[in-house]
């Protein structure tokens, strides 16, 4: 996968799709016709250090995004817990490795670089990463903005929560922050009604990656599997919910919307369908529009601010074995 161009520092309207990323083979070296071409600010590939395939492909996706390089080119990932060590050290390590390697990518020479330090760092708190297998692209993607959130957080002074005049949709800030938090979380709210005395509650949900099922086996769009998402449900027998009012489980509908869109929205394509103990791989075609995907339908209707978002990156499964190339 490959960083085909440059965003502008103001461009927050990026979204991604994630799916599991395998891969079978080692890569190759660069030819002497590519070392002969000028090499381009941002396109650089990353060595495969063995069935490292998925951690490529996410790296790339991350080294695509216009305000987290910014953020790490211009020094902004120091602060002063790293300085102080008041960080745990393998913490440190994975945003300081991360950004050497963001570093190699965007001002270096090479039209490859090795990604073995940033994997060392992370598989010091994670060693299944160490291992010459294949790993899931979305747990690594969530793991690695989980470190990177934990090594560069500021602490608010306080936290509360911005109520509006419908309690449906009030936002709770949080009391820390980070770059990974203000670029990549977003807020889910559920409307939960007890169908029995028609009493609503509400509850709110902080994410980082929204995870859809796709609802055909052969063909459907992004908006199908987002509509399937955002869709009511209707919680019956042992999913039903405890009512306060009824002071018993009785059964309920549930709705979500986002109550806060983030800058940068990732989704995860559920790939994998379970029925009893059968577990296959939906090869669904899904189709995604490049530009302008419209999420205003799922927005919390007081906080409607009409979110349209530009495609960056996608991370594709590919499980056949694939001609022995670079991977960018």
């Known amino acids: 996968m490959t960083s085909h ?12 799709v994630l799916a599991e990323c395998t891969d ?15 090499h381009p600010q941002g396109v650089t590939g990353l060595r495969n250090l063995g069935n490292t395939c998925y951690m490529n492909a996410i790296l790339q996706c991350l080294c695509s995004i216009s305000p987290l390089v910014e953020y790490f080119l211009t020094g902004k990932y120091i602060t002063p817990q790293m300085c102080t060590f008041l960080l745990p050290r393998d913490c440190s390590e994975v945003a300081t490795t991360f950004a050497y390697l963001m570093t190699d990518m965007w001002l270096g020479d090479s039209d490859c670089v090795s990604p073995e330090i940033f994997r060392s760092a ?3 708190l994670y ?9 899931d692209a979305q747990e690594f993607l969530i793991y690695v903005l989980s470190e990177l959130h934990e090594a560069l957080k500021k ?7 911005k109520r509006s005049t419908q309690r449906c949709c009030r936002k709770t800030i949080a009391n820390e922050t980070s770059i990974i938090t203000r670029l990549f979380e977003g807020q889910l709210n559920y409307g939960i009604m007890c169908l029995k005395c028609e009493n609503c509650t509400y509850k709110n949900e902080v994410f980082t990656v929204l995870s859809l099922s796709i609802p055909s086996k052969y063909e459907c769009s992004l908006q199908d599997c987002l509509q399937c998402f955002f869709q009511q449900d209707t919680l019956t027998w042992n999913n039903q919910i405890h009512c306060s009012f009824c002071a018993t489980k009785q059964e309920t509908s549930v709705r979500a919307s986002i109550s806060k869109a983030p800058k940068i929205i990732i989704f995860h394509l559920k790939r994998f369908d379970i029925q009893g103990t059968t577990k296959r791989k939906l090869r669904t075609d899904i189709h995604y529009p490049l530009t302008n ?10 906080f409607r601010k009409h979110p349209k978002y530009n495609l960056c990156a996608v991370v594709v499964s590919k499980m056949a074995r694939l001609p022995r190339v670079m991977q960018f």
């Not at 995907?293 to 007081?302: A, E, G, K, N, S």
């Open 5 to 16: 161009r440059t965003f502008p520092a103001d461009d927050f309207g990026i979204y991604y």
């Open 24 to 38: 079978y083979y080692d890569t190759l070296p660069a030819t002497e016709a590519n070392k002969s071409q000028p």
């Open 122 to 124: 992370l598989g010091n």
């Open 127 to 135: 060693p299944m990463f160490m291992k010459k297998t294949q790993q």
């Open 155 to 161: 602490y608010l002074r306080r936290s509360y929560e």
């Open 293 to 302: 995907l419209d999420l205003t339908p799922y927005i919390c209707p007081i």
